[in-house]
């Protein structure tokens, strides 16, 4: 896990209590969409470090904040699925 994938996981770690982080947050720490921050997240969450090292009940409730941003109807995020992302000026 990268150094920036970690930094991504702690974001949404911080704010998985209070339902996830502010879409203008994301864009301006991540430089994307709340859509592309979570299709990431939930990449990540399936990954052995973050089953090690994240307890089981907060990966469900990080998986459950993150699936309000996937199109139901595919079950992917659907700037996954237009290929679309905003890189952040500094970073991309």
């Not at 998985?16 to 994307?32: H, K, S």
């Not at 009940?57 to 109807?73: G, K, Q, S, Y």
Request: aromatic share 8%; with cysteine; glycine share 6%.
């Amino acid at each position: 896990m990268t150094r920036d994938q970690r930094e991504m996981l702690e974001f949404a770690r911080i704010w998985a209590p209070y339902g996830g982080a502010q879409p203008a947050d994301i864009f301006v720490l991540f430089g994307m969409s709340p859509t592309k921050f979570y299709d990431i997240i939930r990449r990540l969450l399936r990954t052995v470090h973050a089953r090690m090292l994240i307890p089981a009940d907060e990966r469900e409730r990080l998986e459950e904040i993150a699936a309000r941003h996937v199109d139901p109807r595919t079950g992917i995020c659907s700037a996954s699925r237009t290929g679309v992302e905003r890189l952040h000026p500094l970073r991309g």
